[in-house]
């Protein structure tokens, strides 16, 4: 044992040795690389505080009447703003690299929708990149009723079917479901519409399920016909 710890001393002291003797070789190398990584650090963290932090800020405020005539259905204030406040639009292009800037794409994508303006919808849904679940979920839906809008039935199910298992809630969920099940009447493929409507029953606590078993019937009926 005492050998054997002996032999584990002098391994160890040899580790040592060989440590020293690099850092005595290469002391200069090694100061270069770690003064590199500290001006890195210092850099990032001064872009981070004093050009990053206040562009959001500023795309935050920019944005605050586009969100209000939004809320008050002012599509198209909301889009291209006035000569006193930015739209949507203006935020995109100034700030599009923020979040607000992302968020902006949202919102111009519904507004687009609400709008009748199908195809500039998808564009600027397809370019929203989701922070929160909810609104990830929401612009995947609104893709498909874009696509419907366009008889586009094959992307508009798909759509439907991805939002509705995107995050499982009793919101979003059974208006995917609802959705997807009315695109499935639509289609005549009625069996397949009965699952979805069914699959809302599920969910008693939102708006679509007072509505699920009116339109099972509707299918199930269709079907025998």
């Known amino acids: 044992m005492e ?33 590199c990584i500290i001006v890195v650090v210092v850099a990032i963290f001064a872009i981070n505080k004093w050009m990053v932090q206040p562009r959001a800020e500023r795309a935050a405020s920019s944005m605050f009447a586009a969100e209000q005539w939004f809320a008050q259905d002012s599509l198209q204030l ?9 739209g949507f639009y203006d935020v995109i292009d100034k700030y599009g690299s923020t979040k607000s800037g992302n968020l902006a794409k949202y919102y111009a994508g ?19 990149k989701g922070h929160d679940t909810f609104t990830k979920v929401l612009a995947v839906t609104c893709l498909g009723d874009a696509a ?46 009965v699952k979805l409507f069914k699959k809302i029953k599920d969910y008693p606590e939102s708006t679509e399920y007072r ?12 079907a025998k016909k």
Request: neutral net charge.
């Open 148 to 193: 419907i809008e366009q008889g586009k039935n094959a992307d508009a199910l798909k759509y439907y079917m991805k939002a509705a298992k995107m995050d499982d809630n009793s919101i979003t969920t059974p208006m995917a479901l609802m959705k997807a099940g009315r695109v499935q009447l639509m289609n005549g493929n009625y069996s397949e519409a």
């Open 78 to 86: 909301a889009l291209n703003g006035n000569d006193q406040f930015m």
């Open 211 to 222: 509505e699920a078993d009116k339109y099972i019937a509707l299918a199930e009926e269709s």
């Open 3 to 35: 050998n054997q710890n002996q032999e584990q001393n002098k391994d160890m002291g040899e580790f040592i040795s060989r440590s020293e003797q690099f850092i005595e070789k290469y002391q200069k190398r090694i100061l270069y690389v770690l003064g």
């Open 110 to 128: 519904v507004s687009n929708l609400r709008l009748g303006n199908y195809s500039e919808a998808e564009k600027w849904l397809k370019k929203y």
